[in-house]
């Protein structure tokens, strides 16, 4: 660490890849900004969200940055964690479906094969949520789950909006995009969390980071080829003059921002409304170990005030 | 049997049959052993050799001398790396792919997952010959090994496991039957019972034999003819008939007569003997 | 056979100390006793999740068996053939499976076809390689007895070959049931809403480490058995085990 | 040698020949030629990426063999360490490293450590089945003259069942030389932001078959090449086919 | 050597030395393989058998009668099923771990991973001697093996092996020694060399030798006793002293003296013979 810094790990969910949401996180670190902030952030990049929350329950990490489910389902297993930003106030998943399919809304897929990866919280989404009905599961890893939909075995697949559709779209597959979020039923997307014990240990370092990220992610998006180019920095294997990544970050960005300021008045802001919202979901589809405290799976108290939020 | 020398030759030309062929005949037959590290071993030189069909032909010779090397020659199993072998027209190969060799190797060499009857059939079997089980029964009471039969070869002593050896290949009934030292893990008792039937079974077929034995009375007891070789590389140094009419009993084996032929036998490998 | 109870017992008592004394969370290493209770919780999945796996374990197991059998006695002896297939075959061993999981799909499907052709592509292998190393472990002079009656390539290996290589069979087949489960694994990994595999991963996502080790126990306890079993299968049908034996005494 | 080269060549010209004129779409299978083109287009990527994964391949099955032959060693000739062994080897191979994956991160961290532990992991197994099955393969008449002498263990495992052993191992060589190569792309899966096994994720995770494709092309000839090194090092250190050469002379 | 009569056993009880006691002693000792599939074989019963210290003694009989065993027993490789064996006031467990037995095997046994060289001294380096390089090139020489000493086993004939194997034996000099058939793969010239070799080196050094052959020639020129055992089960049938002088000379190998011997032995086998 150079001098004047102070260290600060951070995991993130590496499966299957980097993630265009990261964007403003790595434009943090490559501009400088964590280090003006006297961090010196480390990432280590975890294959799955499961593995990024246990590494921080165990203490193996500081922060951790993952589906808002996997971070519940740790919660209800006893692991003394709590949510500090909501990076991404809205859930990218949904239904993927072949353009023109007679499925037009989650009512339709009741009968239908659906592709989900095996375990995950996609299924679940897909039957509780209003107007869902009960489809014929099939369970693959998840890189299949829309490649079984390529390969004719299912007639849709769960999946997210900056990730399998721009993917499909560029194998030459025209598809729908059904989202599960919606303003009758909003999904929290992606958190920033920490170990409950840090929130008071290291409270100052905890709120640099926020502070950062929060204008990493607004820098971002000011100059999106800038963002892709320290993206493609950090991760120098990554393809970055394909134009995929410019196109999954250009499908991110509406996801930053929430329709309804009530839910997520400021960056990385949260309320009550959206964790009840997913803990009653999972744990009605049996994913939760406990059923947890609202209150204190979160806090917003490391936030910067007043931040930055790109307009809706 | 004899008039498998009017056969034509395998490529189909006739050959010649005006004179009296040898069934067995060596042509400055020679074999020299390629060391894996490049050395060399010489362990025959131009070895002319006939055997007439029927003969019963000893090889005798110091250790190492190529008595081994000469046997797998004929059997098709080293190639000379000098001069020529041909038997009955053929050469080796073919008459070993006709299956009309059987070989008595100097071990054993039985199949230790299989049991002593399974083992005394086996070649016969992949000769395409059928052994009634009486044969083989008959043929472990010639060897004494009848309550053995169904036991394995490591259950076996050493002299038990060459007699299996030896039954294997009588059981093939072959035109050319190579012996390399079959009788020399037994004791002179059942050695010489063996040499009686060996004597016995060769008279009955007439089957050439080439046999090679340490023991020169052994030689002198079974033999029309004892080749003696010279210590490495083999050379032919002697070449003994043994006139004395068939079938030979125990007296003979006892004769003076017999007792001279071991001691010519004897002066030929010491080096003090001449080629007959 | 008792000394391999105590010595497991011994090794969970052990693990149970370690993890109560030192008090080690749940999620990092749960402790035998809370495993052991998850077997008995989760018994009606662990049984209904059990045949599937089973039968596409055995499925695969047996293919791969024949497939490598077979091959092996292709190549034994015949250079050319040698060449020909090894390179074919190393190379679908060095193929990561894992990496080709969305093209198994599309080309397989999602039904028992995948799995039964992961467990047979890893079975296989070992068998391969070590039948052929026991084909080609014959001594020159039972070859030079066979070649005296000029027996066919068959008889050869009927007789000569195959024997031989029993030994290298088996150290093969050992190798082949550890890997035929873990390939039952990876195949249910990829596509499956069924069988010990999917148990593996639904534990995994809902990050119940108990429930995951109880799954993982049942399975090494399968496995141990087959193990156990091709042991005494080992001991019935091996030429060499019975003369092992039997000089012992 | 130029066998293998043929056949491998028209192998490749096979498969470019089905995809093009059945107009397989890249996704499901890329044309080999699209490959190549990747393997020179991505070759910057390919060769960053390459030291880390040799490094934790060498490493795991240096270590990997030398407990193999180590603990083969150990227990050949005595039945009570076997017993205590066997179970606990056999546990360590049957559970599923990938169900364990997310654990290894929180047990070993997230380095070096965690690849090499899982390649050894795999390697050791049929180094030491295979060295054990050899170990034990010995002929009584061998040990009775090892025993005439009151020879000590260590004697007899240096002159009689090591050299004996020596086909089997590298028999298990091979095989350990595979899985060693599949287990670090384990290794690299669970956690890692380098590797060819990393490489592998990201191509599959942005569905560039034709690049993925161009890892496993490397990939595979890496593990080919050592495959072979290896047959090279037992054609020069392995006394049987010292023996079997020099007998078809 | 003999003074190890008076040394303590084992258990640190001195044994009574008053009469004079065999080296070897067997009583009553007998053998019963197991077979795999539960039949028995009786190798050896009720065996009384005395050898006194420096003794050469040879075991003759038929093929299967269990002297293989025998040798097995009193080199402890094999366990008595019945009676006991006693070397020495040691069990023969005790004398082996002494490193004070050495064995020549019916089979060669030769090392196939090492050369000759390698071979010869290999017994002798784990017995902790040290073999200085001429006395290793001094036996080859004897054994007519010193162009093979950088050769592997599979390069030299069968005779040649098992010459290997003696010198492997003699070159560990032990206290008892127990050869098996040793030159029963040899040519009768060879035979005799090593024969008188094997005298000289027995005469220098007196060792206890319990010889098995084939040959009774051979048992008449080198024993001082033969034993003669009788068909499976082994049992003692006859015990012939030979007193002629030492050292041996090829006149007495051809004597009427010792013919004389081999024909009682000769008897003896047969069935004809009496206990001496
Ligand atoms: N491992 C074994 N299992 C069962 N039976 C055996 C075993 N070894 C030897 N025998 C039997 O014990 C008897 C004596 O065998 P042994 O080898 O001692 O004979 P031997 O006198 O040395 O014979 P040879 O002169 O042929 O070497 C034989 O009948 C043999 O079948
Ligand atoms: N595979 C081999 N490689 C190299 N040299 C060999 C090989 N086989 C035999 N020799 C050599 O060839 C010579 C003749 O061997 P061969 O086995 O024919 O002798 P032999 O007359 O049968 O001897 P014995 O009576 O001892 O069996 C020997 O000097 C031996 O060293
Ligand atoms: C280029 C790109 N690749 C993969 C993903 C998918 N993805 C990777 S990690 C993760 C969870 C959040 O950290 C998600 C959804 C993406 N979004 N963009
Ligand atoms: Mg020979
Ligand atoms: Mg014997």
């Known amino acids: 660490a150079d001098s004047g810094t102070t260290p600060l790990s951070v995991a993130l969910n590496f499966a299957p890849a980097p993630s265009s949401e990261w964007t403003g996180m790595l434009v943090a670190n490559q501009s400088g900004l964590y280090r003006d902030a006297g961090l010196d952030v480390q990432f280590s990049n975890l294959s799955g969200s499961a593995d990024v929350v246990k590494s921080v329950g165990s203490g193996q990490v500081d922060v951790g940055f993952a589906s808002a489910d996997s971070f519940l389902v740790g919660v209800s297993q006893g692991l003394p964690l709590v949510a500090i930003a909501n990076v991404v106030p809205r859930n990218y998943a949904g239904l993927i479906t072949p353009a023109g399919s007679d499925i037009k809304t989650l009512a339709d897929v009741g009968g239908k094969k659906v592709s989900s990866a095996l375990a995950s919280p996609e299924p679940i989404l897909l039957q509780a949520l209003d107007g869902g009905s009960t489809p014929d599961m099939v369970y693959v890893e998840p890189q299949s789950k829309c490649t079984v939909m390529q390969g004719g075995e299912s007639d849709a697949c769960t999946g997210l909006a900056n990730y399998q559709v721009p993917l499909l779209e560029r194998a030459g597959t025209d598809v729908d995009f059904i989202s599960f979020d919606s303003a009758q039923n909003p999904i929290i997307g992606p958190v920033l969390f920490t170990r409950a014990e840090h929130v008071p240990e290291i409270r100052d370092q905890l709120t640099a980071l926020l502070a950062a990220t929060a204008e990493g992610y607004e820098k971002a998006y000011e100059d999106v080829d800038a963002a892709v180019a320290m993206f493609g920095a950090q991760y120098p294997d990554v393809d970055t003059s394909n134009g995929f990544l410019k196109e999954a970050i250009g499908i991110t960005k509406p996801y930053l921002t929430r329709d309804d300021p009530s839910l997520a008045p400021g960056w990385g802001q949260m309320s009550p409304q959206l964790w009840s919202g997913l803990i009653n979901i999972l744990a009605g589809g049996g994913m939760l170990a406990s059923t947890p405290q609202v209150d204190a799976v979160f806090t917003n108290d490391l936030l910067p005030s007043g931040a930055w939020s790109l307009a809706p | 049997m004899s008039a498998s020398q009017t056969v034509p030759s395998p490529n189909g030309v006739a050959e010649p049959t005006a004179e009296p062929r040898a069934f067995v005949s060596c042509r400055r037959t020679g074999l020299v052993y390629q060391g894996a590290d490049g050395g060399e071993v010489i362990a025959l030189t131009d070895l002319d050799l006939d055997i007439a069909e029927g003969e019963f032909v000893s090889l005798v010779g110091p250790s190492g001398c190529g008595k081994t090397t000469l046997l797998k020659i004929m059997g098709d199993l080293l190639a000379p790396t000098a001069g020529s072998v041909e038997i009955d027209g053929f050469s080796p190969r073919q008459l070993r792919e006709r299956q009309r060799i059987g070989q008595v190797f100097q071990s054993a060499e039985l199949l230790p997952w299989k049991s002593i009857a399974d083992n005394l059939v086996l070649l016969a079997k992949l000769s395409g010959k059928t052994v009634p089980r009486e044969q083989t029964e008959a043929m472990a009471e010639t060897l004494g090994l009848q309550d053995f039969l169904h036991r394995y070869p490591h259950e076996l002593s050493g002299g038990m496991q060459q007699r299996a050896a030896i039954g294997r290949a009588l059981l093939l009934d072959p035109a050319l039957l190579l012996m390399d030292e079959p009788f020399g893990a037994l004791d002179e008792i059942t050695r010489e019972k063996l040499n009686m039937e060996l004597q016995r079974i060769w008279s009955e077929h007439r089957k050439t034999v080439v046999f090679v034995t340490h023991s020169l009375s052994e030689a002198a007891f079974l033999s029309d003819r004892v080749v003696v070789l010279s210590g490495r590389p083999g050379r032919l140094v002697a070449d003994v008939r043994i006139d004395a009419p068939r079938l030979r009993t125990t007296e003979y084996r006892f004769s003076s007569e017999m007792a001279e032929v071991v001691a010519r036998l004897h002066g030929a490998l010491t080096g003090e003997g001449e080629a007959s | ?249």
């Open chain 3, 1 to 249: 056979m008792w000394v391999s109870v105590l010595v497991i017992v011994s090794l969970f008592v052990l693990w149970e100390l370690v993890v109560r004394v030192a008090h080690v969370p749940q999620f990092i290493l749960p402790a035998p006793t809370d495993v052991f209770a998850q077997v008995y919780i989760k018994r009606d999945a662990l049984l209904r999740n059990l045949q599937p796996t089973l039968v596409a374990t055995g499925e695969g197991f047996g293919v791969g068996v024949v497939v490598g059998v077979g091959l092996a006695m292709l190549i034994a002896g015949v250079p050319l053939l040698k060449a020909v297939v090894y390179p074919v075959v190393i190379a679908t061993q060095t193929t990561p499976k894992i990496a080709l999981a969305p093209l198994f799909t599309l080309w397989f499907g999602i039904g028992l076809l995948p799995k039964v052709i992961i467990v047979a592509l890893l079975v296989f292998f070992p068998v391969f390689i070590n039948t052929a190393a026991g084909l080609e472990s014959v001594s020159k002079g039972r070859l030079d007895l066979m070649k005296s009656v000029n027996a066919s390539r068959w008889a050869v290996y009927r007789h000569i070959r195959l024997p031989e290589a029993v030994p290298y069979l088996f150290a093969g087949l050992r190798l082949a049931l550890t890997v035929a489960f873990i390939g039952v694994i990876v195949g249910e990994w990829i596509a499956s809403g069924r069988g010990l595999g999917y148990l593996l991963v639904l534990y995994n996502s809902t990050q119940d480490t108990a429930a995951l080790f109880a799954v993982i126990f049942v399975f090494v306890f399968l496995a141990t058995v087959s193990f156990y079993l091709l042991g005494w299968l080992e001991n019935r049908l091996s030429w060499q085990v019975r003369i092992q034996r039997s000089q012992q005494s």
